[in-house]
């Protein structure tokens, strides 16, 4: 018996007629299930995906590393041009033992292309929105003409103002968070589960799942875990695996009356509009925070919290600062 | 050598337009030509209604990726129905893993939705006594007796030995008209 003599004969005629007829009918495939099958399959094949980007960088990192390791490219000492790829973890400065680990040096900006950006709008504290869009995710946009316009300066400010420190000022348009720390310009974006956007050249990317963090911030693995206090909440590093943030280098804790951060050592009460006092040093501070901000997920506003006022911890520092 | 794409017609020739990324025409055409057979043929193999939207794009989706790797002798369509048989296969496999995790946590599973799609009386039919064959005997007879391909094809499409597939198929066909003699007894019984 083989495919050629087909045989089509096979217990009572009836089945067999019943199994032509069967194999006759024609095929209909409603439409709805066409097109929607065909959306998702385009986009799951030609949108550019978030693997190839990551899997870019891990190449770029990988071929960097093995450059760096077969002596192909100068170390320290010699200026050579770096990628702009997640970057690995900078030599420890002290002793191994006593250190924390460090995220490596900040790279020097590039110059912003202002070709399609329309004037700068300098508000009362002397940033632009137009120039705090210094680079859309590297991963996902290389070009800065593709840059989408930065939102109106009208939108909801949060303002972290510190005796003796510039006043750091970012707006909140719809889940995208854009603005300056210390020059650096800060573009990250909330959806879909993920923080994701630039602070200056470095990618970060991070997976939001329930109470926990996960991801990578200029190429670092970093971790966060939030706990829910009696009367709030609060941000920890993540402590049941491996991160690169030594332990309470951005802690943050809210609840309704105060906000507490490692950097200020005394919370801060809750005033008009934000919070305000005096931390441990004796410097007065003041942190406004605009309704639209409370309405964000804990997870993610403690984050974007603890990533701007932990800015000067040695742990934090290099990303920032590089307009200093 | 690779497929390619002239005109809707895919044969086996030169590297692909439909292979290089961002070619959405000729991956349209790909699609707009094989989806009616996908879609047959999961539906054959017991992929109830609610799920083929997602087997055809899972079964889609690795053709195209596996399109570099297509060497090209095999015909495009033994191809094609490799994909659709194993998918179909894990698709039953994770209704019945669901099945039984919701069984045990006493759960019903949940309500299939009414058949909408417009079928012939002798499709139906078929269709009902084929869900009383063995996935492996429904698979055989669905190809030869349905799809009509060769013993030869059906070996390579199912990665078996002509012999089983010989085999699988006169026990098929044993089984079909045996649940078939059942259901006309039933049907005389209950009269």
Redesign the interface.
């Known amino acids: 018996?083989?495919?050629?003599e087909?045989p089509?004969l096979?217990?009572?005629e009836?089945?067999r007629r019943?199994?032509d007829?069967?194999?006759a009918?024609a095929?209909?495939?409603?439409e709805r299930?066409?097109l929607?099958?065909?959306r998702?399959?385009?986009t799951?094949?030609?949108s550019p995906g978030r693997f190839r980007g990551l899997g870019l960088g891990l190449a770029v990192a990988l071929l960097g590393g093995s450059a760096l390791a077969y002596g192909l490219v100068a170390g320290r000492g010699a200026p050579t041009e770096q990628p702009s790829g997640p970057e690995p973890l900078a030599p420890r400065a002290g002793p191994p033992a006593l250190s924390p680990p460090v995220l490596e040096a900040p790279l020097p900006e590039r110059p912003a292309r202002r070709k399609r950006q329309p004037a700068p709008i300098r508000t009362a504290t002397g940033w632009s929105p137009a120039e705090a869009v210094g680079g859309r995710f590297t991963m996902l946009a290389e070009d800065e003409d593709a840059l989408e316009p930065a939102p109106a300066s009208a939108e909801p400010r949060l303002l972290i103002a510190r005796e003796g420190q510039p006043e750091v000022g970012l707006v909140l348009a719809a889940d995208r968070v854009v603005g300056r720390v210390r020059g650096t310009p800060v573009d990250l974006t909330i959806e879909g589960g993920q923080l994701r956007g630039t602070l200056g050249r470095r990618n970060v990317w991070l997976w939001l799942r329930g109470h926990e963090a996960s991801g990578e911030i200029g190429g670092v693995p970093v971790r966060f875990e939030l706990v829910e206090t009696r009367d709030g909440h609060q941000l920890r590093e993540g402590f049941s695996v491996r991160s690169s943030l030594p332990y309470g280098a951005t802690r943050v804790e809210t609840t309704a009356t105060s906000l507490s951060w490692s950097g200020c050592g005394k919370p801060l009460g809750a005033i008009a509009g934000g919070y305000g006092g005096r931390c441990a040093s004796g410097a007065e501070s003041r942190v406004a925070i605009p309704p639209r901000w409370q309405q964000l997920p804990a997870l993610p506003r403690l984050i974007l919290l603890s990533l701007f006022l932990t800015e000067r911890d040695p742990a934090m520092a290099p990303l920032f600062g590089a307009g200093q | 050598v690779r497929i390619a794409v002239h005109g809707g017609a895919v044969t086996k020739g030169q590297p692909t337009a439909l292979h290089r990324a961002g070619d959405l025409t000729a991956w349209r055409d790909f699609y707009e030509r094989y989806l009616p057979l996908v879609y047959r043929v999961a539906g054959r193999m017991g992929v109830p209604d609610s799920e083929l939207g997602d087997v055809c794009q899972e079964v889609f989706l690795r053709a195209y990726r596996g399109m570099g790797a297509f060497r090209g002798e095999a015909q495009v369509g033994t191809w094609l129905y490799t994909i659709v048989v194993r998918e179909a296969a894990r698709a039953r496999r994770a209704r019945v893993v669901r099945t039984a995790l919701l069984a045990l946590l006493g759960r019903q599973p949940p309500e299939v939705a009414p058949d909408l799609v417009a079928r012939s009386e002798a499709a139906r039919e078929v269709e009902r006594v084929l869900g009383g064959l063995k996935p492996r005997q429904r698979e055989v007879l669905v190809l030869f007796d349905l799809e009509e391909r060769t013993l030869e094809e059906i070996a390579e499409i199912l990665g078996c030995p002509l012999e089983t597939v010989r085999s699988r198929l006169r026990l098929a066909r044993a089984e079909f008209s045996r649940i078939r003699a059942r259901e006309a007894l039933a049907r005389g019984g209950s009269r």
């Open positions: 018996m083989t495919g050629g087909r089509r096979f217990g009572a009836e089945d019943l199994l007829r069967a194999a009918a095929t209909v495939v409603p299930l066409r929607e099958t065909r998702a399959l385009e799951r094949i030609f």
